[in-house]
Nanobody, 124 residues
Framework: QVQLVESGGGLVQAGGSLRLSCAASGGTFSAYTWGWFRQAPGKERQFVAAISRLGGRTSYTDSVKGRFAVSKDNARNTVYPQMNSLKPDDTAVYYC?????????????????WGQGTQVTVSS
């Protein structure tokens, strides 16, 4: 059973940056593709970014391309999305998730393990 704990959320002004972290335990870190999703109030959870199991491939939703960058540290079993040039529309609860897939899948149904989420609020 994989446990995921997100941290690093908070309140930031538009144009600012945040780096979230997702610490994983209970499984083989390198066996999973790691994804980030977000859910704004009243909206469905949506894909944001993913990094493949081997780390060589990343995927991003169009609205964050060029602003967000996802990376991982296999030695620390941790995944990091660096979020720059934040906008009020980025306000949401951000979730880390793990999928036993080779590619950086964007499909929410393929993610088996989820963290509890961390709130990101971007003020205008």
């Amino acid at each position: 059973q994989v446990q995921l704990v997100e941290s690093g959320g908070g309140l930031v002004q538009a144009g600012g940056s945040l780096r979230l972290s997702c610490a994983a335990s209970g499984g083989t870190f390198s066996a999973y593709t790691w994804g980030w999703f977000r859910q704004a109030p009243g909206k469905e959870r949506q894909f944001v970014a993913a990094i493949s199991r081997l780390g060589g491939r990343t995927s991003y939703t169009d609205s964050v391309k060029g602003r967000f960058a996802v990376s991982k540290d296999n030695a620390r079993n941790t995944v990091y999305p660096q979020m720059n040039s934040l906008k009020p529309d980025d306000t949401a609860v951000y979730y880390c998730a793990a999928a036993a897939r080779l590619i950086a899948t964007t499909t929410i149904e393929e993610y088996e393990y989820w963290g509890q989420g961390t709130q990101v609020t971007v003020s205008s």
